[in-house]
């Protein structure tokens, strides 16, 4: 599913349960050992998607540790973002060579609780909704906004090791799957051009909807 919105140059690995050839390096053991066993089965499951991605890309298998803000540590020359939810975990991962950054999220394909769409949405983006929502009641838009948000957010950070809050971008989705994130803050210079907004895809399946943004190393 997720590799339906990703570009050709990023190796996606996706699964719907926890496999149990899934297992922690050595030095990922420490950051669960206190953990709760959903909270462990998501951690481990995920890495072994990237850590299968990575064999995709030639990579020898490597500790995938969490570093500042949470923010996975990828082995050299390697740019990636993984997702974890209710019966879905995936890693994508491509060369940096290729790719700048990635962003993917996904959640289940449910509507938001009560109150959260208000504490993550513009008022603008509340009235977008609003419109999709009246063309095309099947998909739940503010599920897919939540995981737009968090695909923004995780394609912006390793470029900037800065936080960016719910507030800090807007975004507007087309119907035909796509969707464009404006930045409301000063963006990254990559470049030497400043990132002024990302451009990403989204889908909806097997009951999940899914969001990921690539971006690409300028020509």
Same mark, same amino acid.
């Given at each position: 599913?997720?590799?339906?919105?990703?570009?050709?140059?990023?190796?996606?690995?996706? +699964?719907?349960?926890?496999?149990?050839?899934? $297992?922690?390096?050595?030095?990922?053991?420490?950051? !669960?050992?206190?953990?709760?066993?959903?909270?462990?089965?998501?951690?481990?499951? $995920?890495?072994?998607? %990237?850590?299968? /991605?990575?064999?995709?890309?030639?990579?020898?298998?490597?500790?995938?540790?969490?570093?500042?803000?949470?923010?996975? #540590?990828?082995?050299?020359?390697? +740019?990636?973002?993984?997702?974890?939810?209710?019966?879905?975990?995936? /890693?994508?991962?491509?060369?940096?060579?290729?790719?700048?950054? !990635?962003?993917?999220?996904?959640?289940?394909? !449910?509507?938001?609780?009560?109150?959260?769409?208000?504490?993550?949405?513009?008022?603008?983006?509340? *009235?977008?909704? %609003?419109?999709?929502?009246?063309?095309?009641?099947? *998909?739940?838009?503010?599920?897919?906004?939540?995981?737009?948000?968090?695909? *923004?957010?995780? /394609?912006?950070?390793?470029?900037?090791?800065?936080?960016?809050?719910?507030?800090?971008?807007?975004?507007?989705?087309?119907?035909?799957?796509?969707?464009?994130?404006?930045?409301? +803050?000063?963006?990254?210079? *990559?470049?030497? +051009?400043?990132?002024?907004?990302? #451009?990403?895809?989204? #889908?909806?399946?097997?009951?999940?909807?899914? #969001?990921?943004?690539? $971006?690409?190393?300028?020509?």
């Amino acid at each position: 599913m997720i590799e339906s919105i990703l570009p050709a140059e990023v190796v996606a690995i996706e +699964v719907y349960d926890d496999p149990p050839e899934a $297992v922690l390096l050595p030095e990922e053991e420490p950051v !669960v050992a206190k953990a709760v066993d959903k909270r462990r089965r998501e951690f481990t499951t $995920v890495r072994h998607c %990237a850590r299968q /991605a990575m064999a995709r890309l030639g990579v020898p298998p490597a500790p995938i540790l969490p570093g500042e803000r949470g923010a996975p #540590t990828w082995p050299a020359g390697i +740019v990636g973002s993984m997702t974890h939810c209710a019966g879905y975990r995936a /890693a994508v991962l491509a060369l940096d060579t290729d790719l700048r950054s !990635v962003g993917i999220d996904a959640e289940p394909h !449910v509507p938001l609780p009560e109150g959260v769409l208000e504490a993550v949405s513009l008022p603008e983006e509340r *009235v977008h909704l %609003a419109a999709l929502a009246a063309g095309s009641r099947d *998909v739940h838009w503010d599920k897919l906004l939540f995981a737009g948000k968090e695909s *923004v957010y995780k /394609a912006w950070f390793p470029l900037t090791r800065k936080w960016l809050g719910f507030s800090d971008a807007h975004i507007e989705f087309d119907p035909d799957g796509g969707f464009r994130a404006r930045l409301l +803050v000063a963006g990254p210079v *990559v470049d030497g +051009v400043e990132i002024t907004g990302f #451009t990403g895809r989204w #889908t909806v399946a097997n009951g999940i909807a899914a #969001t990921a943004i690539a $971006v690409p190393v300028k020509a």
